[in-house]
């Protein structure tokens, strides 16, 4: 079982490789987007350290986002997902299996760019360890609940917007403990109240959401 | 029993059955509201401390019991969709989707109307109110996703899905609204919950609550009915019945 989840990982992450012009898509979304606040609210140094926290992770959740639609799109248009079901193992391991790839793809390269981006937003040093933390918890959240969505809207045309109506709002417990634990960070407030609950929030993700998934990957291909 | 509900997910028996209840609901949904409005509106003493404006309760209070408690007959039901594949239940789910949404958008406007006069604004960013607000957009997601996929039958397993995981998120987005509002704005002035209520304002609060409950059961079973006559229209019993009336 573990090998086939080792290999699903390494088949996705292959995939992922060959078009290497797409793994920069998210990453740059998330730059350009975090330059836009400065721009459109005020370059104020302190003002922009106070927005930071809200505006790294509402941007985290938007780069997410766009980024999500690409777990299970080509391999639902090309079969290989009904695969997966015919698979002797059984299909939640092999979707967790997806999942991570996708993570690794998609939420890795975050834990680098947003503490960067941060920075950028004169968050103060003291906050950019607690900061780390939380996207290294809080974005594999983003990918398992951000993949029942996508898995849902799989067999539908211009699935994007609606991805978003759905997903959003299942978003923001991450949104507020992520967010909440870098601002008390900044604040020298104790925050491993968030991060606890932000860990809980992805030990339940990690257990339900691969059921989700497949009931949702089932529905849309029936 | 077990008989009886699987008869009841049968379309034709369903619509049969729901019918003779029909005048009973809606009898019963006018009657409970006529007294429970006359209480409230005009026998119910003025509230020394917000005056009559308080009044709305009678309104908002019973709509937002029923925007929580729709939201947890939709996911029940779609968990029977998803497990027994009924007919009747897959209905449930996309037509309690918009009453829920209905009754929540009341309860956030009467909340509004009443907190400009209360509180001096229309809009606070406080836990109730914002968790309330994403109740609707849980509610919005789940009549999207029923509405763009064409297929009604498949539509309504992937609405019972979503609101299955809402289901799951709800209580985790409460708490975690009121945690980031108690932490951000301590000393809000927030009119807690009524420590006691006096029984003149009580009972007919108690009144409109059962009132909007049958009210909902009503309208439910009559866009219930509508909806079985529109995806059965190529039956016989349907064209039967048309040709009949």
Known sequence: MLSALLTIIRRDLLVAFRRRAELMNPILFYVIVVTLFPLGVSPDQEFLSQLAPGVVWVTALLAALISMESIFRQDFDDGSVEQLFLSQHPPTILILGKVIAHWLITGLPMLVIVPLMALLLYIPQQAIPTL????????????????IGVALTAGLRGGGVLLGLLVLPLYIPVLIFASGAV???????????????????????LILSPLAISASLKISMS | MWAWFHKLSSPKYYYEWSGKWLPWLGGLTILLSAIGLYWGLV?????????ESYRIIFIHVPAAWMSMFVYMVMASAGFVALVWKTKISEIVVSECAVIGAVFTAIALVTGMLWGK?????????????????????????????????????VAAKAASMLSIVGVINIP??????????????????????????????????????????????????????NEIISRERATKWVKELVTAS
């Open chain 1, 183 to 205: 601002s008390a960070a900044i604040e020298g407030l104790p925050y491993s109240g968030h991060v606890a609950m932000l860990g809980a929030g992805l030990i339940l993700a």
């Open chain 2, 117 to 153: 006069p209360t509180w001096g604004t229309y809009w606070t960013w406080d836990a109730r109110l914002t968790s309330e607000l994403i109740l609707l957009f849980l509610y919005f997601g789940v009549i999207a996703i029923y509405s763009s996929i064409e297929d009604k039958r």
């Open chain 1, 132 to 147: 780390f933390i939380t996207v290294l918890i809080g974005t594999p959240i983003l990918s398992l609940i951000g993949a």
């Open chain 2, 172 to 225: 985790i987005i409460h708490y975690s609204v009121t945690w980031w509002n108690s932490l951000h704005q301590p000393n809000m002035e927030i009119i807690s919950d009524k420590p006691s209520m006096d029984p003149s304002m009580l009972y007919p609060l108690l009144i409109m609550a059962i009132a909007f409950k049958v009210y909902f059961v009503w309208v439910l079973f009559m866009r219930i009915r």
């Open chain 2, 43 to 51: 026998v119910a003493p003025t509230d020394y401390q917000q005056g």
